[in-house]
């Protein structure tokens, strides 16, 4: 079989003779052999997450790893003397992975066939491979993208919001205003390109077309001064989201037309659609300029025309459209607004291009 | 009053609606809301908000808001919403439809 495997999204170490030599609990001076600490900070540059299945007292274990500087590399340590196949389940389970993109190294073959019994997808490697992983396909993603090379820190960063969230007893409101929410709203760059289509294939319920945008397509449509390609990224107190939308916009005087929106399903609960609506919405009011927007109803887009319509837009004819090239007749249907000015967002700061200013109907031309 | 109940009423009253959506928003959002409070007026209120409060009422009343009848005015206050849940189930058509 000549296809590329799967690659593994999550390696989950054991401790004892695996990651460090020695056995910590017969009192051993352990340290982690040759290569080891470059293997994790490798790995972890690839987006791919570490954690930890190891039989052993949990704080004396995850004591010796912050005294080797490797306990920030590991997401949802499982550290106890349960039967390690559960940890690796729990772990996926919690990072809501597949088995078949998790992997599992021990020294101990009984460790690995207990694993393998009860998780027959999981792919398990022996220590004394260790040394060639960083070499082996499925631990060589394809394409590593901005975001994958700080994927560690967000799922971390989303750990300790999911905690802080689970014990605020406060309004929801006041829990998004604690969160210090910032959008930044930019031109797409070429590096961030990769991302963006990540994007268009994976938010099925936030697209707004269900169109995917190929890498290529995107890239020409960066370069044609009629559109704007734009990239949200997101960070709060905890840390950042990363690329959460995409925008693609065609610009013409006096009508701008939304062919695609797509957004996260990460930040959909903080509100991330509706904040981009309306922002374009006043920027559109400011470059007197009329909004349409294109929207296509999958069977799981149904959130994103209801951000649209609880933004304004609606079916109303109008004459603008007339300039817009045909809508076809596969289902896709405007929706169109005549903007306002809107107020900004209570509980996210937005910094964004000045597109009003970029795109301004020009004033008339004073008769000469 | 358990919500089967309230969607099998024969008839459903405006108080009875308001009531059981006061309770729905009060738990989601940990405020004290009145009928005529603007729930959107700060521009908090998330599309995943959103989307959760127009299937709540299609799953409570049995009623399919669709088009026109998702505009947001429709939904700023619990009495907004009543209103629109007591004409949809009164069948009678969508108001302001273009």
Same mark, same amino acid.
């Given at each position: 079989?000549?296809?590329?495997?799967?690659?593994?999204?999550?390696?989950?170490?054991?401790?004892?003779?695996?990651?460090?030599?020695?056995?910590?609990?017969?009192?051993?001076?352990?340290?982690?052999?040759?290569?080891?600490?470059?293997?994790?900070?490798?790995?972890?540059?690839?987006?791919?997450?570490?954690?930890?299945?190891?039989?052993?007292?949990?704080?004396?274990?995850?004591?010796?790893?912050?005294?080797?500087?490797?306990?920030?590399?590991?997401?949802?340590?499982?550290?106890?003397?349960?039967?390690?196949?559960?940890?690796?389940?729990?772990?996926?389970?919690?990072?809501?992975?597949?088995?078949?993109?998790?992997?599992?190294?021990?020294?101990?073959?009984?460790?690995?066939?207990?694993?393998?019994?009860?998780?027959?997808?999981?792919?398990?490697?022996?220590?004394?491979?260790?040394?060639?992983?960083?070499?082996?396909?499925?631990?060589?993603?394809?394409?590593?993208?901005?975001?994958?090379?700080?994927?560690?820190?967000?799922?971390?960063?989303?750990?300790?919001?999911?905690?802080?969230?689970?014990?605020?007893?406060?309004?929801?409101?006041?829990?998004?205003?604690?969160?210090?929410?910032?959008?930044?709203?930019?031109?797409?760059?070429?590096?961030?390109?990769?991302?963006?289509?990540?994007?268009?294939?994976?938010?099925?319920?936030?697209?707004?077309?269900?169109?995917?945008?190929?890498?290529?397509?995107?890239?020409?449509?960066?370069?044609?001064?009629?559109?704007?390609?734009?990239?949200?990224?997101?960070?709060?107190?905890?840390?950042?989201?990363?690329?959460?939308?995409?925008?693609?916009?065609?610009?013409?005087?006096?009508?701008?037309?939304?062919?695609?929106?797509?957004?996260?399903?990460?930040?959909?609960?903080?509100?991330?659609?509706?904040?981009?609506?309306?922002?374009?919405?006043?920027?559109?009011?400011?470059?007197?300029?009329?909004?349409?927007?294109?929207?296509?109803?999958?069977?799981?887009?149904?959130?994103?025309?209801?951000?649209?319509?609880?933004?304004?837009?609606?079916?109303?004819?109008?004459?603008?459209?007339? &300039?817009?090239?045909?809508?076809? !007749?596969?289902? *896709?249907?405007?929706? @169109?607004? %005549?903007? =306002? $000015?809107?107020?900004? /967002? &209570?509980?996210?700061?937005?910094? !964004?291009?000045? *597109?009003?200013?970029? @795109?301004? %109907?020009? =004033? $008339?031309?004073?008769? /000469? | 009053?358990?919500?089967?109940?309230?969607?099998?009423?024969?008839?459903?009253?405006?108080?009875?609606?308001?009531?059981?959506?006061?309770?729905?928003?009060?738990?989601?959002?940990?405020?004290?809301?009145?009928?005529?409070?603007?729930?959107?007026?700060?521009?908090?209120?998330?599309?995943?908000?959103?989307?959760?409060?127009?299937?709540?009422?299609?799953?409570?009343?049995?009623?399919?808001?669709?088009?026109?009848?998702?505009?947001?005015?429709?939904?700023?206050?619990?009495?907004?919403?009543?209103?629109?849940?007591?004409?949809?189930?009164?069948?009678?058509?969508?108001?302001?439809?273009?």
């Amino acid at each position: 079989m000549s296809d590329v495997p799967t690659t593994v999204k999550c390696l989950v170490w054991d401790l004892d003779n695996t990651l460090w030599q020695g056995t910590l609990s017969e009192g051993d001076t352990v340290r982690p052999p040759d290569g080891v600490r470059e293997l994790i900070i490798e790995l972890d540059s690839r987006g791919i997450l570490q954690s930890v299945a190891s039989k052993n007292d949990h704080d004396l274990a995850w004591a010796k790893l912050e005294e080797l500087g490797l306990a920030k590399y590991f997401v949802l340590p499982r550290i106890g003397w349960g039967p390690k196949s559960d940890s690796v389940r729990d772990i996926a389970e919690r990072l809501k992975f597949a088995h078949g993109t998790i992997a599992f190294v021990d020294d101990q073959p009984a460790e690995r066939a207990e694993v393998s019994f009860h998780l027959p997808e999981v792919r398990c490697y022996a220590a004394d491979q260790v040394p060639a992983l960083a070499d082996l396909p499925e631990f060589s993603p394809r394409n590593v993208t901005v975001d994958a090379r700080r994927r560690r820190q967000m799922y971390q960063a989303g750990f300790r919001r999911e905690e802080e969230q689970a014990a605020f007893r406060g309004p929801t409101e006041e829990f998004l205003r604690s969160l210090e929410l910032d959008m930044r709203i930019g031109r797409a760059t070429e590096e961030q390109l990769s991302r963006v289509e990540e994007l268009t294939l994976r938010t099925s319920q936030m697209n707004a077309t269900g169109v995917h945008y190929s890498d290529a397509a995107l890239r020409e449509l960066l370069a044609d001064p009629g559109h704007e390609v734009l990239v949200t990224t997101m960070a709060d107190r905890f840390g950042p989201h990363g690329a959460v939308g995409v925008m693609l916009l065609r610009t013409r005087p006096g009508v701008w037309h939304i062919k695609l929106l797509a957004t996260s399903c990460r930040v959909v609960s903080f509100g991330a659609g509706a904040a981009i609506l309306n922002w374009l919405i006043d920027q559109a009011a400011r470059a007197g300029a009329h909004l349409v927007a294109d929207f296509r109803p999958t069977e799981r887009n149904r959130m994103m025309e209801i951000a649209y319509r609880f933004a304004g837009l609606g079916e109303e004819s109008c004459a603008c459209q007339d &300039a817009l090239p045909d809508a076809g !007749a596969d289902g *896709l249907r405007r929706l @169109h607004l %005549v903007p =306002a $000015p809107r107020e900004p /967002h &209570a509980t996210i700061r937005i910094s !964004a291009p000045d *597109l009003a200013a970029d @795109h301004r %109907v020009a =004033a $008339p031309d004073p008769v /000469h | 009053m358990s919500t089967e109940s309230t969607a099998q009423g024969a008839e459903l009253s405006a108080e009875s609606i308001e009531r059981e959506l006061l309770g729905f928003l009060e738990a989601k959002t940990r405020t004290t809301l009145t009928p005529d409070q603007d729930m959107f007026a700060s521009g908090l209120v998330s599309s995943m908000f959103a989307m959760e409060l127009v299937v709540h009422l299609e799953q409570t009343y049995r009623v399919a808001i669709v088009g026109a009848d998702l505009k947001l005015d429709n939904f700023r206050t619990v009495q907004r919403m009543t209103e629109l849940v007591l004409r949809l189930r009164a069948g009678s058509p969508a108001v302001g439809h273009a």
